[in-house]
């Protein structure tokens, strides 16, 4: 039973070995490598290789990022479509009407979210 558990446990234990090394590697890299010589262009901030034209406390538009959370949502849910597919012989009427369900909801939020604007460009 516990063997079960091994490529897992491994998984942890390679994903904490990484986790914990390259900092450490990172570290002893940065302090062994040399002197620290800050100079100006080093210590400036870098913006598409030419300087900062406005403050970074501007006002801006945050549809861009609505609809981009949109677009995530819906295109997740919509991936659940293909695992159902996939069993779709196994799972019968109910996992049939259950996913009809699943769809219906997805659509009606997909029309409320297109009554009130949030796809629109202007």
Do not use: H, Q
């Amino acid at each position: 039973m516990l063997e079960n558990y091994l490529p897992i446990l491994m998984f942890i234990g390679v994903g904490l070995a990484f986790g914990l090394v390259l900092p450490l590697v990172g570290w002893l890299a940065s302090t062994a490598s040399g002197v620290n010589r800050p100079d100006p262009e080093k210590l400036s901030p870098y913006e598409c290789g030419f300087e900062a034209f406005e403050d970074a406390r501007m006002k801006f538009d945050v549809r861009y990022y609505l609809v981009a959370i949109l677009f995530i949502l819906f295109d997740l849910e919509i991936a659940f479509l293909f695992p159902w597919a996939v069993v779709i012989d196994e799972i019968g009427w109910f996992g049939y009407t259950a996913m009809l369900l699943f769809l219906g909801i997805l659509v009606v939020g997909f029309i409320y979210e297109w009554k009130k604007g949030a796809l629109e460009w202007e």
